[in-house]
């Protein structure tokens, strides 16, 4: 896992090599996107939905589950990311979205989806295989962004962003992973919440998922402004068990930052272990590329302060094992 944790520049210079030969086989008129993938490959749609909102002139939906939303039909994208090309929820999420016509694009390194894509003509990306899901985010992220490109729903704007989120994070490497055994040293023994605004949201889950997975722990994430309407008020149940984690950018709307900082002595009252992590890059896609990594790192020496195996998910795969016996 630290191998390919520190790889992540490279696995975007290739995610980037790889995307610019998609090319889509037919014109077609698009009037929604869908997103289905589980896991280390959902979130990588879910993350490119939300730093393209402000920028796509149709609507964006990612499901991570086997129904897909009544609004699919001839005139909607859907991108199908699975590494495995195996998983169940996505495989059955794209008959269904077959049997309404959508135009369907696929992921994957392999398994059952690529078949699909060949038998039924769809457009297709292979990235390459052989690691964990989760580990290939890059991969997975990327290609979204060259699919919708492809489609003609973005612009390659996003190239620039990730050439320098590649600079800066080749630049600083050091330095980020010695912030990141500091963050990791303060969130040891206790239960993480993460915090962002709504375009990091998908930042944030990524982290939660990788301090589930890489460091065997639970962890909870919450939102900016939402989380003033409900969670606020449960920290007056909050303790000095928790360690808040703060995703900050200079690219969010003032009022959502000034919320954070009427925020922060709430919480501060209930526990001292408050950590603000400040995006570096011009864009929000690069200041989420730079966010992905350092979180990954703090991710994986959590892992080694529990002394866990950060690649072993045994119990995913028991949990697939009996979900096989099914009928
Ligand atoms: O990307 P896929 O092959 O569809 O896998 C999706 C998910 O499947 C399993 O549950 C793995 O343990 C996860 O780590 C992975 O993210």
């Not at 603000?276 to 590329?289: M, P, R, V």
């Not at 703090?298 to 795969?317: G, R, T």
Request: with cysteine; aromatic share 8%; hydrophobic share 40%.
């Amino acid at each position: 896992m630290q191998n390919i944790i520190a790889d992540f520049p490279n696995q975007l210079k290739n995610a980037m090599e790889i995307g610019k030969h998609f090319k889509r086989n037919e014109t077609h008129q698009i009037n929604n996107i869908l997103a289905c993938g589980l896991g280390g490959s959902g979130i990588g749609a879910k993350i490119a939905k939300l730093l393209n909102l402000n920028k796509l002139s149709v609507p964006f939906e990612s499901i991570n589950d086997y129904s897909i939303p009544a609004f699919v039909n001839e005139n909607t994208l859907v991108i199908a990311t699975s590494y495995s090309g195996n998983t169940e929820e996505t495989l059955e999420a794209i008959e269904k979205c077959k049997s309404k016509n959508a135009k369907i694009v696929i992921i994957a390194s392999a398994g059952k989806l690529l078949e699909l894509a060949k038998e039924n003509n769809w457009p297709y990306i292979i990235v390459p295989g052989g690691e964990q899901p989760r580990a290939m985010l890059g991969y997975s992220l990327i290609q979204h962004f060259y699919v919708l490109k492809a489609f003609g729903l973005i612009d390659n704007q996003f190239e620039n962003s990730i050439l320098e989120a590649i600079e800066i994070i080749e630049k600083e490497e050091s330095a980020i992973k010695d912030n990141a055994r500091v963050v990791a040293g303060q969130m040891y023994e206790h239960t993480p919440v993460i915090y962002s605004n709504p375009s990091l949201e998908g930042i944030a889950i990524r982290f939660r998922q990788q301090i589930n997975e890489n460091s065997k722990m639970l962890c909870w994430h919450a939102v900016i402004p939402e989380m003033n309407h409900n969670e606020l008020v449960g920290w007056a149940g909050g303790n000095d068990k928790i360690v808040v984690i703060k995703l900050k950018t200079d690219l969010e709307y003032y009022r959502t930052s000034k919320r954070w900082d009427f925020c922060k002595p709430v919480i501060e009252s209930k526990t001292k272990q408050i950590i603000e992590i400040n995006a570096k890059g011009k864009s929000l896609l690069t200041q989420a590329l730079y966010l992905i990594h350092l979180t990954d790192w703090i991710s994986l020496y959590l892992a080694d302060l529990n002394e866990v195996d950060p690649i072993e998910v045994n119990v995913i795969s028991s949990l697939k094992s009996k979900l096989s016996e099914l009928k």
